[in-house]
């Protein structure tokens, strides 16, 4: 008699679970933020990094000895905002040894919500934990708004900013500074 109950107990269970409308396709996703990496392209990384984490030196170190070597290469670092969304910032390294720096804030709730791209040169790490540029170009939106939020100068063309990656205090963004 128990063992009845128990079957179908089971066998309501299994059934409940069952519908008769089919489950709806996966919606689509937006594109991701960075094409995927070339075949002749160092690859650095991808990280996704939790609120205080650093980005090893070592990695830091593979974007500088790429852009010294004038070697394509890529690195993609997502990490969250104080508030949890996620922020994305991919180094691209082109044979002039220049570094494309693309920040994807579009998930972040509380910032800008747009792509902005900007070419530098003279990468180092700074503090252990910070990829820094001697001279960034203005950042430029991606995909449409094109409102000013360069580094303020005399001569904009003669633009010299620096881009720190502040990873060691959670949640930090891309900061340009004159």
């Known amino acids: 008699m128990r063992n009845n109950g128990l079957i179908a107990l089971a066998a309501t269970l299994l059934l409940a679970g069952c519908t008769a409308e089919p489950i709806p396709a996966a919606r689509p ?4 933020s960075e094409p ?15 609120l205080g984490q650093n980005v090893p030196a070592s990695v830091l170190q593979c974007v500088i000895d790429a852009a010294g070597a004038r070697r394509p290469a890529r690195l993609v670092i997502t990490r969250p905002t104080v508030e949890g969304d996620p922020f994305t910032t991919s180094y691209a390294v082109a044979v002039d040894g220049r570094v494309e720096v693309t920040t994807d804030a579009r998930a972040d709730r509380f910032g800008s919500g747009q792509v902005e791209r900007q070419t530098c040169a003279g990468p180092t790490v700074q503090d252990d934990h910070w990829l820094s540029f001697a001279t960034c170009s203005s950042p430029e939106l991606v995909g449409g708004n094109h409102r000013n939020v360069g580094c303020p100068g005399p001569d904009p063309g003669a633009n010299m900013c620096r881009v720190s990656l502040a990873l060691a205090v959670g949640g930090a963004d891309l900061l340009t500074t004159p």
Not at 29 to 32: G, R
Not at 36 to 49: K, N, R
């Open 36 to 50: 995927p990496v070339e075949l002749d392209t160092q690859d650095c990384g991808a990280l996704s990094l939790r």
């Open 29 to 32: 996703t937006a594109p991701p």
